[in-house]
């Protein structure tokens, strides 16, 4: 079986974990911190949601942003009802949320850092920080592939 690692817990990463378990590939996500605050990052458009559904029909709490308020010092303020609401997540709650449905496909998750990546002619290796383990594996995925090897 092949494996990948998956580099950051984040929706980006959570969702690509959960793809690849589901279509029977070994998948570890790779993460220091995984679900965590942030003040950006938890809303989630029509857009999105209608062509995941899963990202509005599930238990995790949630506010749907029916209207909106646009508004300039010297111009004054609009007010504007949205054809299709947009849902807002706590980062956290999101992340947990599609990290759960990472890991029910199958996914493994690790909580540790990355402090090196070699890329050698047969597999990606990656050293983890003190007792943590070696992950040897040919196919990895980032979005924090420039965190991960800056520090």
């Keep these: 079986m092949k494996t990948v690692a998956v580099l950051g817990g984040g929706p980006a990463g959570s969702s690509a974990a959960e793809?690849?378990?589901r279509?029977?590939?070994?998948t570890i996500i790779i993460d220091e911190k995984?679900?965590?605050?942030k003040p950006c990052g938890g809303g989630i458009t029509y857009k999105a949601y209608s062509q995941y559904p899963y990202l509005i029909e599930n238990e995790t709490p949630?506010?749907?942003v029916t209207s909106t308020?646009?508004?300039a010092p010297k111009a004054g303020r609009v007010c504007m009802e949205l054809n299709q609401p947009l849902v807002i997540y706590s980062r956290k709650d999101l992340n947990a949320m599609l990290l759960r449905r990472a890991e029910e496909a199958?996914?493994?998750i690790e909580t540790i850092v990355i402090v090196t990546i070699?890329?050698?002619v047969v597999?990606?290796?990656?050293?983890?920080?003190a007792t943590a383990p070696e992950i040897l594996t040919r196919y990895f995925v980032t979005s924090s592939l420039i965190a991960a090897i800056s520090r």
Excluded: Y
Aim: no cysteine.
């Design 106 to 108: 199958g996914a493994e």
């Design 62 to 64: 949630k506010k749907l």
């Design 23 to 26: 279509a029977g590939l070994r």
């Design 69 to 71: 308020v646009i508004a």
């Design 118 to 120: 070699e890329v050698p």
């Design 123 to 129: 597999a990606v290796e990656m050293a983890t920080v």
């Design 34 to 37: 995984l679900a965590w605050e």
């Design 19 to 21: 793809r690849l378990a």
